[in-house]
């Protein structure tokens, strides 16, 4: 039997997603990495954007985070983020509206708002 991840997906105020996977791959500054069982610990940042999941069972999973953290230790992955959605729970035409009301300068609200819209976008 391949070894499985146990993976986490949480945002400051609930848990969005966690089960068995085979592989999760999210945006860090650097690029996207990928993580497999048997991956060596790390701890890294996220950018606004999609994690990607693929449970052992079922369809995969997509999710948009605001940033955060990514931490990976003997086959577990936990991604906290202060804000956490699963695809599915994006209305598309309401990031879509939320992004075009910021006023420039909001950086940090205009990721996550972009990052809201190309996860629903995806779908």
């Known amino acids: 039997m391949a070894r499985e991840l146990n993976v986490e997906v949480v945002a400051a105020d609930r848990k969005v997603w966690s089960g068995a996977a085979s592989i999760v791959v999210a945006k860090t500054p650097e690029g ?3 993580i497999m069982a048997g991956h060596e610990p790390v701890l ?3 950018v606004p954007g999609a994690v990607k999941v693929r449970p052992s ?3 995969p999973v997509v999710a948009v985070v605001s940033g955060g953290f990514l931490s990976v230790s003997q086959d577990t ?3 906290m ?3 956490a ?3 599915e729970e994006i209305d598309a035409a309401a990031a879509r509206a939320e992004l075009e009301a910021l006023e420039e300068g909001e ?3 205009r990721r996550w ?3 809201r819209v190309d996860v629903a976008a995806s779908r």
């Open 113 to 115: 708002a972009q990052a």
């Open 77 to 79: 992955v936990a991604i």
């Open 85 to 87: 959605e699963l695809a």
């Open 81 to 83: 983020a202060e804000q």
């Open 44 to 46: 890294g940042l996220l």
């Open 107 to 109: 950086d940090d609200a």
């Open 57 to 59: 069972e079922g369809e």
């Open 32 to 34: 996207e990495i990928g």
